[in-house]
Protein backbone atom coordinates (compact mmCIF):
# COMPACT_ATOMS: atom_id res chain seq x y z
CA UNK A 1 0.00 0.00 0.00
CA UNK A 2 1.11 3.91 -1.01
CA UNK A 3 2.77 5.70 2.23
CA UNK A 4 1.71 9.46 2.50
CA UNK A 5 4.26 11.64 3.88
CA UNK A 6 3.52 15.77 4.07
CA UNK A 7 6.05 18.46 3.86
CA UNK A 8 6.06 22.00 4.50
CA UNK A 9 6.72 24.97 6.56
CA UNK A 10 5.58 24.61 10.10
CA UNK A 11 5.12 28.18 10.73
CA UNK A 12 3.58 30.99 8.82
CA UNK A 13 2.25 34.48 9.27
CA UNK A 14 -0.89 35.94 9.45
CA UNK A 15 -2.30 37.17 5.78
CA UNK A 16 0.13 34.79 4.26
CA UNK A 17 0.12 31.69 2.07
CA UNK A 18 0.25 28.37 3.35
CA UNK A 19 1.82 25.73 0.88
CA UNK A 20 2.23 21.93 1.60
CA UNK A 21 3.49 18.99 -0.34
CA UNK A 22 2.34 15.48 -0.07
CA UNK A 23 4.36 12.65 -1.61
CA UNK A 24 3.37 9.20 -2.22
CA UNK A 25 5.33 6.68 -2.22
CA UNK A 26 4.51 2.69 -2.98
CA UNK A 27 2.42 2.88 -5.63
CA UNK A 28 1.70 5.62 -8.86
CA UNK A 29 0.06 8.69 -8.17
CA UNK A 30 -1.54 8.30 -11.56
CA UNK A 31 -4.49 6.29 -10.92
CA UNK A 32 -8.38 6.28 -12.43
CA UNK A 33 -9.48 5.66 -9.10
CA UNK A 34 -8.32 7.46 -6.18
CA UNK A 35 -8.51 10.85 -5.70
CA UNK A 36 -5.69 12.86 -3.00
CA UNK A 37 -6.66 15.01 -0.89
CA UNK A 38 -5.84 17.37 2.31
CA UNK A 39 -7.90 17.19 5.61
CA UNK A 40 -6.81 18.86 8.48
CA UNK A 41 -7.79 19.21 12.37
CA UNK A 42 -7.45 21.84 14.44
CA UNK A 43 -6.22 21.54 17.56
CA UNK A 44 -8.56 19.61 20.00
CA UNK A 45 -11.34 19.59 17.16
CA UNK A 46 -12.43 17.11 14.70
CA UNK A 47 -11.77 16.44 11.17
CA UNK A 48 -12.09 19.07 8.04
CA UNK A 49 -12.03 17.99 4.49
CA UNK A 50 -10.22 20.97 2.45
CA UNK A 51 -10.28 19.15 -1.23
CA UNK A 52 -9.11 16.62 -2.94
CA UNK A 53 -7.35 16.69 -6.90
CA UNK A 54 -7.47 13.97 -9.68
CA UNK A 55 -4.70 12.45 -11.46
CA UNK A 56 -5.65 14.74 -14.69
CA UNK A 57 -5.60 18.10 -12.16
CA UNK A 58 -9.42 18.25 -11.44
CA UNK A 59 -9.86 19.53 -8.48
CA UNK A 60 -12.91 19.43 -5.77
CA UNK A 61 -12.88 21.92 -2.71
CA UNK A 62 -14.51 22.57 0.00
CA UNK A 63 -16.81 24.95 -0.37
CA UNK A 64 -16.11 27.11 3.00
CA UNK A 65 -12.76 27.16 1.78
CA UNK A 66 -12.60 27.32 -2.09
CA UNK A 67 -12.02 30.94 -2.57
CA UNK A 68 -8.47 30.78 -0.68
CA UNK A 69 -7.14 27.10 -1.56
CA UNK A 70 -5.58 25.74 -4.86
CA UNK A 71 -4.20 21.76 -5.17
CA UNK A 72 -1.65 21.16 -7.98
CA UNK A 73 -0.18 17.58 -8.79
CA UNK A 74 3.05 16.33 -10.11
CA UNK A 75 2.57 12.41 -11.48
CA UNK A 76 6.17 12.54 -12.42
CA UNK A 77 7.11 13.60 -8.64
CA UNK A 78 4.32 11.48 -7.12
CA UNK A 79 3.24 14.17 -5.32
CA UNK A 80 0.78 16.89 -4.75
CA UNK A 81 0.16 20.03 -3.35
CA UNK A 82 -1.95 22.68 -1.28
CA UNK A 83 -2.04 26.18 -1.00
CA UNK A 84 -4.18 28.26 1.34
CA UNK A 85 -3.74 31.65 0.82
CA UNK A 86 -4.61 34.90 3.48
CA UNK A 87 -4.50 32.60 6.49
CA UNK A 88 -5.19 33.88 9.59
CA UNK A 89 -4.71 31.98 13.63
CA UNK A 90 -8.15 29.79 12.24
CA UNK A 91 -6.28 27.98 10.08
CA UNK A 92 -3.99 26.43 12.98
CA UNK A 93 -3.80 22.57 12.25
CA UNK A 94 -2.57 19.60 11.97
CA UNK A 95 -2.90 18.82 7.81
CA UNK A 96 -3.06 15.20 6.69
CA UNK A 97 -2.70 14.41 2.93
CA UNK A 98 -4.35 11.09 2.72
CA UNK A 99 -6.04 8.75 -0.57
CA UNK A 100 -9.60 8.77 -1.28
CA UNK A 101 -11.35 5.47 -2.39
CA UNK A 102 -14.55 5.84 -3.16
CA UNK A 103 -15.68 7.96 -0.31
CA UNK A 104 -13.18 6.95 2.37
CA UNK A 105 -10.05 7.81 3.17
CA UNK A 106 -6.96 5.54 3.28
CA UNK A 107 -4.17 5.56 3.88
CA UNK A 108 -2.99 8.76 5.73
CA UNK A 109 -0.26 11.03 5.80
CA UNK A 110 1.33 11.19 9.66
CA UNK A 111 0.09 14.78 9.49
CA UNK A 112 1.82 18.19 9.45
CA UNK A 113 1.19 20.66 12.68
CA UNK A 114 1.04 24.29 10.86
CA UNK A 115 0.92 27.34 12.76
CA UNK A 116 -0.25 30.86 11.58
CA UNK A 117 1.68 33.50 13.88
CA UNK A 118 3.46 36.28 13.71
CA UNK B 1 -25.48 19.79 3.95
CA UNK B 2 -25.43 15.97 5.79
CA UNK B 3 -24.41 16.53 9.44
CA UNK B 4 -23.31 13.49 11.26
CA UNK B 5 -24.06 13.83 15.03
CA UNK B 6 -21.97 11.07 17.41
CA UNK B 7 -23.22 9.94 20.18
CA UNK B 8 -22.00 9.71 23.55
CA UNK B 9 -19.65 12.14 23.25
CA UNK B 10 -17.21 10.58 25.74
CA UNK B 11 -17.57 6.72 26.83
CA UNK B 12 -15.90 5.59 29.65
CA UNK B 13 -15.36 1.98 30.13
CA UNK B 14 -12.80 -0.58 30.88
CA UNK B 15 -10.68 -3.37 29.10
CA UNK B 16 -13.02 -6.44 27.96
CA UNK B 17 -15.87 -4.47 28.41
CA UNK B 18 -18.56 -4.18 25.39
CA UNK B 19 -18.51 -0.81 23.26
CA UNK B 20 -21.53 0.59 21.54
CA UNK B 21 -20.65 3.76 19.63
CA UNK B 22 -23.43 5.79 17.48
CA UNK B 23 -23.36 7.76 14.34
CA UNK B 24 -26.43 9.27 13.15
CA UNK B 25 -26.73 11.38 9.74
CA UNK B 26 -29.40 13.96 9.30
CA UNK B 27 -30.11 12.11 5.84
CA UNK B 28 -29.96 8.97 4.62
CA UNK B 29 -26.18 7.87 3.33
CA UNK B 30 -27.73 4.26 2.60
CA UNK B 31 -24.53 2.14 3.67
CA UNK B 32 -22.01 4.75 2.59
CA UNK B 33 -20.35 5.15 5.85
CA UNK B 34 -16.89 5.02 7.28
CA UNK B 35 -15.65 4.93 10.68
CA UNK B 36 -12.11 5.65 11.85
CA UNK B 37 -10.09 5.06 14.80
CA UNK B 38 -7.41 7.96 16.27
CA UNK B 39 -4.41 7.64 19.02
CA UNK B 40 -3.14 11.10 20.26
CA UNK B 41 -0.71 11.66 18.26
CA UNK B 42 -1.39 9.61 15.19
CA UNK B 43 -3.83 10.08 12.17
CA UNK B 44 -6.69 8.52 11.75
CA UNK B 45 -7.23 4.86 10.60
CA UNK B 46 -9.45 3.83 8.72
CA UNK B 47 -11.38 0.74 10.90
CA UNK B 48 -14.54 0.25 8.37
CA UNK B 49 -16.81 1.18 5.07
CA UNK B 50 -19.59 0.68 3.93
CA UNK B 51 -21.04 0.91 7.63
CA UNK B 52 -20.21 -2.91 8.05
CA UNK B 53 -17.24 -3.87 5.84
CA UNK B 54 -13.62 -4.45 7.89
CA UNK B 55 -10.79 -2.68 6.50
CA UNK B 56 -7.52 -4.60 6.11
CA UNK B 57 -5.87 -5.60 9.33
CA UNK B 58 -8.80 -4.73 11.82
CA UNK B 59 -9.89 -7.21 14.22
CA UNK B 60 -12.95 -9.31 14.03
CA UNK B 61 -13.72 -7.66 17.31
CA UNK B 62 -14.92 -4.32 15.53
CA UNK B 63 -18.04 -4.54 13.69
CA UNK B 64 -20.31 -2.28 12.48
CA UNK B 65 -24.14 -2.06 11.49
CA UNK B 66 -26.82 0.32 10.33
CA UNK B 67 -28.11 1.92 7.27
CA UNK B 68 -29.82 4.91 6.35
CA UNK B 69 -29.12 7.02 8.95
CA UNK B 70 -28.10 5.03 12.32
CA UNK B 71 -25.17 3.54 12.69
CA UNK B 72 -23.32 1.76 15.15
CA UNK B 73 -20.10 0.97 15.70
CA UNK B 74 -19.52 -1.77 17.85
CA UNK B 75 -15.77 -3.40 19.81
CA UNK B 76 -16.97 -6.60 21.39
CA UNK B 77 -13.94 -6.84 24.29
CA UNK B 78 -12.35 -3.66 24.88
CA UNK B 79 -8.37 -4.26 24.30
CA UNK B 80 -6.07 -1.63 26.26
CA UNK B 81 -4.89 -0.30 22.70
CA UNK B 82 -8.82 0.39 21.42
CA UNK B 83 -8.85 3.66 23.56
CA UNK B 84 -8.92 6.09 21.33
CA UNK B 85 -11.55 8.73 19.50
CA UNK B 86 -13.84 7.22 16.66
CA UNK B 87 -15.27 9.13 13.84
CA UNK B 88 -17.53 8.18 11.61
CA UNK B 89 -17.64 9.98 7.85
CA UNK B 90 -20.05 10.08 5.19
CA UNK B 91 -20.34 11.57 1.75
CA UNK B 92 -22.29 14.73 0.57
CA UNK B 93 -23.22 15.68 -3.02
CA UNK B 94 -21.00 19.06 -3.95
CA UNK B 95 -18.91 16.64 -3.12
CA UNK B 96 -18.47 17.04 0.22
CA UNK B 97 -17.07 14.73 2.93
CA UNK B 98 -18.18 15.55 6.70
CA UNK B 99 -17.07 13.86 9.76
CA UNK B 100 -18.21 13.71 12.98
CA UNK B 101 -17.48 15.08 16.06
CA UNK B 102 -15.74 11.90 17.80
CA UNK B 103 -16.70 9.86 20.64
CA UNK B 104 -13.94 9.58 22.74
CA UNK B 105 -13.30 6.19 24.19
CA UNK B 106 -11.72 5.92 27.79
CA UNK B 107 -10.73 3.50 30.38
CA UNK B 108 -12.59 3.94 33.38
Known amino acids: QEQLQESGPGLVKPSQTLSLTCTVT??????????WSWIRQRPGKGLEWIGY???????YYNPSLKSRVTMSIDTSKNQFSLEMTSVSAADTAVYYC??????????WGRGTLVTVSS | DIVLTQSPATLSLSPGDGATLSCRAS??????LAWYQQKPGQPPRLLMF???KRAAGIPARFSGSGSGTDFTLTISSLEPEDFAVYYC??????????FGQGTRLEIK
Open chain 1, 98 to 107: AKRTTYWFDP
Open chain 1, 26 to 35: GGPLRSIVYY
Open chain 1, 53 to 59: IYENGDT
Open chain 2, 27 to 32: QSVRTD
Open chain 2, 50 to 52: HAS
Open chain 2, 89 to 98: QVRDSLPMYP
